[in-house]
């Protein structure tokens, strides 16, 4: 595994990388608005080794080893400047055969990725992504924020993210909450995707209907299929990995 941080574009994003497969595709895992590499555990490389394929994972700008964020307000388009930050990240490796997992913001990531450079993606794998601003979505923040106040997440956060957790926090919640971004809506861009997606959510979960399944996978040009786990919340792959690791894996080698 190889662990450093590189340079795109002026921003030093740490990664950790795995390049043992010849001729395979490599499997890029994008974390969720509170998540970092570390988050991930052991889910990449039990992955990997089961679908014989090359990982990256990386953290975002202001999160887990990547270099601070200069200012915790972001612009309504924040994760289609993600995108395009991705899409860089993947031309400097020379990455053209990626599959991407994404978690929450991650799989809203990897849509709009697959939209815009489909040169570069062969399969999205979203799990629990948006593609519009829900009531639930903002209860779910709001929910989250009030934690943030009354117990120990700060501390738990520190731990992956250090002295970046107050402003990444207070990015993800105030961009959610704000008065503008209650129209952000990514479903122009769904037509867009041509490659095979599997898109994967709890039936519980917290952060989103499944209306951010059914409206994605409707329109996008693509072969779409939904996996609908009951009784299960926001991160399937930490909940029931091994159901998450076995309907992947099938889904990754009945295309390469």
């Known amino acids: 595994m190889e662990r450093r941080t590189i340079d795109v574009k002026d921003k030093k994003l740490y990664i950790e990388y795995n390049n043992l497969f010849e001729n395979r595709p490599t499997i890029v895992f994008l974390h969720d608005s509170l998540g970092s590499v570390e988050l991930w555990r052991d889910f990449p490389a039990k992955l990997s080794e089961a679908v014989k394929c090359n990982t990256i994972a990386y953290d975002r700008l202001g999160y887990g080893k990547s270099n601070p964020m200069s200012t915790h307000e972001r612009p309504v388009n924040y994760m289609e400047l993600e995108a395009d930050l991705l899409n860089d990240l993947l031309a400097e490796l020379n990455i053209n055969n990626a599959i991407l997992f994404g978690h929450s913001d991650g799989g809203t990531i990897a849509l709009i990725t697959a939209a815009k450079y489909p040169k570069r993606v062969e399969v999205v794998i979203c799990e629990a992504g948006h593609i519009f601003v829900e009531d639930v979505t903002l209860k779910g923040v709001y929910d989250a924020w009030e934690a943030y106040k009354t117990t120990n997440l700060p501390q738990r956060l520190q731990k992956y993210h250090g002295d970046k957790v107050e402003m990444l926090f207070k990015a993800w919640t105030e961009t959610w909450t704000r008065d503008d971004y209650k129209n952000w809506n990514i479903e122009y861009l769904l037509k867009d995707i041509t490659c095979p997606l599997l898109f994967i959510q709890g039936e519980?979960?917290?952060?989103?209907?499944?209306?951010?399944?059914?409206?994605?996978?409707?329109?996008?040009?693509?072969?779409?299929?939904?996996?609908?786990?009951?009784?299960?919340?926001?991160?399937?792959?930490?909940?029931?990995?091994e159901l998450v690791l076995e309907k992947v894996t099938d889904f990754i080698n009945t295309r390469f």
């Open 204 to 241: 519980s979960d917290e952060y989103g209907t499944l209306d951010q399944v059914e409206k994605t996978v409707s329109q996008v040009s693509g072969s779409a299929e939904k996996y609908i786990i009951p009784q299960i919340g926001h991160t399937p792959h930490k909940e029931v990995p």
